[in-house]
């Protein structure tokens, strides 16, 4: 029985075989229904509506149906049963779980304890391999992910999807540039990691020194509650924004990618220009959702 | 791609294939699941469980999926996305949207970003297309709808339900009974637009004085908000009421319409009387809205 | 048409039916999607995430759909809405329909607005009776119904589930041995009924002092809220708690079930023990609902 629990778990050939599954979906459509019957169970015990939602318009494609396995509502109810006892009851009333859950480990932990498969939803400052996943593929439709320049900009010192990203890169020996501010960057021990896995890191304060070497410039938010003030906040948030001026003078085949959603990290403006993918990387991902279930399930 | 946004879009003759294809659905049934593999995603950013739950009962029965898209949760979670980011990534995820919503004109907004058809459910005071197209299909079940006599009851001045239905009428030259108390009224633009496009508007202070010459009585309730004090409330809400007495003397095929639900507004003993068209109505939500999803997604 | 709303309304030869086919569908599984294009709407006026699952998993696994009728937000919505004009409209939207609601009777006042099917998923201290045919159907999987000896544990006087149970087991000349603390014992009148239909009745305080007689232990929570005070709650549960120790010495083939979600009532020591049942009686949820569900509406 296969599990997707951490990026970490897969070789790059797993990953090249979902990215080509996904392409393959995209371009041709899945067959008629392949999991007609199957459920797919949503076991959220936090709110994360993008992921939800995605992951039911994926399986509902696939001709399968979905449930909410409860999540917030179980743990208040039946306060006190345990995460194993909670797997234990529903995945008989699923053939896949999602688990989406606020602790780190959560998901490995389910995935002892169920008898379907367990696909990680995010678990806390853990893992997110779907998200990665759809990073790469959104890569992966404009250039070969080897060896591209990657721009990472946000809070890069507890941002869980920049980390997920830069690993799962070292499959390909990216060159990763990390652009944060001071004491916001990438934690060391994941700059030891990368650098042990034969990546080269590269540190920045603004986003203009390097921007022009980039193949691909990936921003996320700045967390209010990591700053000491309002005011410094917008003053970060201000001198990382992404604006047409900014861009002028990129490679032409750039590719910006958000995870969505943004409020004010990329100036509306951009949407326009050639670069914007970010709404194509939301909308991967149905198709790269599709792929993994797929797996799993056929 | 058709959008279903505001009754004023229709002319009569759209309106009618509406009304004769949902009659058609009505007897007959629809085709084996022409809508199968089509997912319709919910997007209510406000409560409003029966026009979701008359949606989802029709794509069902068209052998389509539903999905809630979220809303009020995305709304509270994802804090400063605009609504136009919202429509982009979630019409990956559906093929037809229904937009619930507070503010006037979102979901014209929402049709200019989607690229999947939006159905409007409710735009704040603004219009919901759908309720006016069952008001006139209940009609059309019991008489022509030309030149029907019909009287509207309730708080006139702020009833989305009610403007939009006499609005509708306009196409078919309604005389339309205004009755409410003062204050209340129709507001002066819309009785002026009424009359401009051909319908007679004639108001009235109480129920009693026009009844028996009425072909159709739609009540609405009134709401406690509006009033000074709990007082006048219930002394608007006791002289409003239907009551058998009430409909002595009335013509024998008037019918009785509510947009439900109803909390005093007509006595429960006026349930069995064969006027009463409410119940009727309510489940006429179900082949009134697959006739939409078809037109939209077939 | 026939309604699920107490198990009081079964006879011995219903119950065996449903047992039946209950154990067909867990062998050879349902005919391919025989509820094809059918809708349940679950009706919740309280939250049981329990129910609710393995009613629309068992659902899924049939070939229907699955909708949320609203309960809880309805009834703060359409704040003054009688249950009975509620059901009238709801009925419009799906073939049957699963009620949860916090006052006795409400399911058998639903049945009669109601023109579809209605099973009651528990109302107030009232039925609940798909439980006791999931709680029947986990005993016959190991025994034959008839003359069995069965304790049950917990809080008698309150306990919907093993009063359901316990009238239930009239049916089958079952001696029931009630081990309560005093003043939580099972209410007079229903050792009356119990007695009156055939049934040995016999009370204890302690577990010990008669599980080794035992062919079911049927284990279920103490609620906090009926103690004068924390100590004296956990003194109780303390001693009613289920361990290994404790089951030294009894039949080999006893059976321990619990409806879940426990919390300590049962060291997960005994998990893995021969007698623990109580995972398999949740997933026996899905099959004894599959067989509901086909009587209501194939």
Chains 1, 2, 3 share one sequence.
Do not use: W
């Not at 936090?46 to 396995?69: D, I, K």
């Amino acid at each position: 029985m296969r599990h997707y629990i951490s990026i970490r778990d897969l070789d790059r050939n797993q990953i090249d075989h979902l990215i080509d599954r996904a392409a393959r979906i995209a371009v041709y459509g899945a067959d008629a229904q392949p999991l007609k019957r199957k459920i797919l169970g949503l076991l959220f015990f936090e709110p994360s509506t993008r992921t939800r939602m995605s992951f039911e318009s994926a399986m509902l494609r696939l001709g399968g149906s979905c449930m909410n396995l409860g999540g917030v509502e179980v743990s208040s109810m039946a306060k006190g049963e345990t995460l194993a006892d909670t797997i234990r009851v529903v995945s008989g009333y699923a053939d896949t779980i999602v688990l989406r859950h606020p602790k780190v480990g959560a998901a490995r932990l389910a995935s002892e304890f169920a008898d379907v498969p367990v696909i990680n939803g995010g678990d806390g400052a853990g893992q997110h391999p779907s998200q990665t996943l759809i990073d790469l593929y959104t890569i992966h439709q404009s250039m070969p992910l080897d060896r591209i320049k990657i721009g990472l900009v946000g809070d890069l010192m507890y941002g869980r999807t920049t980390h997920s990203l830069a690993y799962a890169l070292t499959r390909y020996n990216a060159e990763i540039h990390a652009i944060s501010p001071k004491g916001l960057g990438l934690p060391e021990s994941l700059k030891h990691d990368l650098r042990e896995a034969g990546c080269e890191v590269i540190e920045h304060d603004s986003i203009e020194e390097i921007i022009r070497d980039l193949d691909v410039l990936y921003v996320t938010r700045f967390q209010r509650e990591r700053f000491p003030d309002p005011a410094s906040f917008f003053d970060v948030a201000a001198s990382y924004r992404i604006t047409p001026s900014l861009l002028q003078g990129v490679k032409d085949n750039l590719i910006l990618l958000h995870p969505l959603p943004r409020v004010d990290e990329i100036d509306p403006a951009v949407d326009s220009l050639p670069y914007a993918r970010y709404f194509q990387q939301a909308r991967n991902g149905v198709p790269v959702r599709m792929a993994m279930l797929l797996e799993v399930m056929q």
